[in-house]
């Protein structure tokens, strides 16, 4: 059986459509606590609170940057950095272990990251947005 | 070689003791003041296996390797920050672990494009030198000698002075950062003097006791440009000024001991570059160091007779490629290559006219595989070949006399793993 043109492209078409809900369903975003007043970010501050360069918010409290653990966040973390996710931990080990700043903390339970948030008024969380608590505000990027 | 050992164990565990009580007095008080300190640490275990008789430590097939460190930050008030770090290394059948201060500074930042940092500060040269024995950091368990010198750290990592920093972003060149410093170095003379002899000798048979390191001021900076498209490019300079070596040096088993004094001014440059493709991570780093206003003083010997005291330069490089498989995953290679001499690379200079440098000429090709086991826990592997240049014939190699000799390479294999375990 041999497929038409159309009808190629067509099914390509399905499977983009298909693939981009499924993007958009698992779609990471960042996130701080509703405490905090910052207003947005963009993409070059953002890329260097990742990589450990922001240091400080604008009221002087500490960027400390906590992920959760699932690929999709992990990917978000590299595409907005530009750096693959093995170099970024090489980068966090070299910020905790010169005292230049803090090691991303990295998540495998929800419960655990939302307290470190709430204890610590400068984490900026990296979730999916399905995870989104009442007391956060997602982040807006500015590009 | 016979050195006076500073080894006091004693004086170390007395110096562990105290630093324990102090911590453990002042961590409650911080936590009472709401200043809570974040603490990190690692430990790191390794074995360096070799084929030959010639390499690392010369006649060892094998040589262990001890790493661990504890540091500390708190926030004091808005955007300071206070950290330390105290480190231990141990490598081979030394039995010194004395812990060393790395760092303990108060550091402030006025704003992103200003900040001002204060105390025992670690430098910043070329992409590694910050963080030259955590391995953490990178795929290599050795970094590439021909810009990165181990046996130096305690020389050249931290600093007793300031330092400015700072980064400015671009809307369209991406980002600047500069880290400007300036201080002096607080020395243990007698690791300082092993560390240099272990570069600069080859083969010695005399005595040199009672080493006392000076060093004026060192000041320097690094500037790097970040681009928007995976392109990071840096320049180091660091100065050492009248940095002095003294000392009790006989020339040979049975010769008078004399004084011994030399002192010069070391200034280093390195350029670097990394490039990020995906999961691709490519550097190339350039060093290059020049001695000048040499000067060595021995007892009834004259000045820079034996060329010893003279300007030289060196230089050495790297070109490096890491691919980040996966997110535990990573491989890496690279090929280094370093002369003592730039001017005289193949080293017939050197048969007749030089002290014979263990670091004179040599080329290392790496391989090394990286894998984290768990989010604490990273096991490194890694496999070295290495060439190096060695004078044979007489081996007395004085100050004050020259003897015919000739050059031979020798190739060694080795093998390096190591698991490091960090909170």
């Known amino acids: 059986m041999r497929l038409g043109r159309r009808t190629v492209t067509a099914l390509l078409g399905i499977v983009l459509i298909f693939q981009g809900a499924l993007v958009c369903e698992a779609r990471s975003v960042f996130v701080i606590h509703a405490q905090n007043t910052v207003e947005n970010l963009n993409d070059v501050n953002l890329a260097g609170i990742i990589k450990g360069e922001v240091r400080y918010w604008e009221n002087g409290d500490p960027t400390r940057l906590a992920f959760s653990s699932d690929a999709e966040t992990i990917k978000c973390l590299e595409s907005e950095s530009q750096i693959p996710f093995g170099r970024l931990k090489n980068i966090w080990t070299r910020l905790a272990f010169t005292g230049r700043g803090f090691k991303a903390k990295r998540f495998q339970n929800d419960s655990d990251l939302f307290l470190f948030m709430k204890k610590n008024p400068g984490a900026l969380a990296c979730i999916p947005e399905s995870k989104v608590q009442d007391w956060m505000t997602i982040v807006p990027i500015s590009r | ?423």
Not at chain 2, 8 to 35: G, S, Y
Not at chain 2, 200 to 219: C, H, K, R, V, W
């Open chain 2, 1 to 423: 070689m016979d050195f006076q050992t500073s080894a006091n164990k004693f004086a170390i565990l007395r110096r562990w003791l105290v630093a324990l009580i102090l911590a453990l007095a002042v961590t409650p008080c911080l936590w009472a003041i709401d200043l809570k300190p974040t603490f990190r640490g690692f430990v790191s275990g390794g074995i360096l296996l070799q084929d030959g008789e010639q390499g690392l430590n010369e006649g060892e097939q094998h040589v262990e390797l001890f790493e661990a460190a504890l540091n500390a930050s708190i926030f004091p008030f808005d955007k300071t920050l206070i950290s330390g770090q105290v480190f231990v290394f141990h490598l081979g059948d030394d039995d010194d672990i004395d812990p060393k201060l790395d760092y303990l500074y108060l550091d402030h930042e006025v704003t992103q494009e200003f900040g001002l940092r204060a105390g025992r500060i670690r430098r910043k040269e070329g992409f590694f030198l910050e963080t030259i024995d955590i391995d953490a950091t990178r795929t290599f368990i050795r970094l590439p000698a021909g810009v990165y010198v181990l046996d130096l750290r305690d020389i050249n990592t931290s600093i007793d002075g300031f330092s400015v920093y700072g980064t400015v972003d671009t809307e369209n060149w991406g980002s600047f950062s500069y880290d400007l410093y300036g201080g002096d170095i607080d020395f243990d003379d007698q690791d300082v003097f092993d560390a240099i002899s272990t570069i600069a000798f080859q083969s010695f048979e005399g005595t040199f006791t009672n080493p006392a390191i000076g060093l004026d001021t060192i000041y320097g900076g690094q500037l790097r440009w970040y681009s928007n498209f995976g392109l990071t490019l840096a320049y180091s300079y660091a100065r050492y000024n009248d940095f002095s070596i003294r000392g009790d040096m006989s020339l040979a088993e049975g010769l008078p001991v004399q004084d011994y004094y030399s002192e010069s001014s070391l200034s280093w440059h390195v350029l670097s570059s990394e490039y990020v493709m995906d999961d691709w991570v490519f550097r190339a780093e350039y060093l290059a160091g020049r001695s000048s206003d040499g000067r060595v003083f021995l007892d009834g010997v004259p000045p820079n007779s034996s060329g010893f005291g003279d300007s030289t330069n060196l230089d050495g490089w790297y070109v490096s490629a890491e691919r980040f498989i996966s997110d535990k995953l990573s491989i890496g290679t690279y090929y280094t290559e370093y002369y003592a001499d730039s001017s005289d690379r193949d080293g017939s200079e050197l048969v007749e006219d030089r002290l014979v440098s263990n670091m004179h000429n040599f080329r290392n090709l790496a391989l090394g595989f990286s894998y984290q086991w768990r989010e604490s826990t990273l096991l490194k592997m890694e496999a070295h070949w290495q060439q190096k240049l060695r004078i044979v014939g007489d081996s007395r190699n004085t100050l004050t006399e020259r003897f015919p000799s000739s050059r031979v390479y020798d190739t060694t294999l080795g093998l390096a793993f190591k698991v490091t375990l960090s909170f």
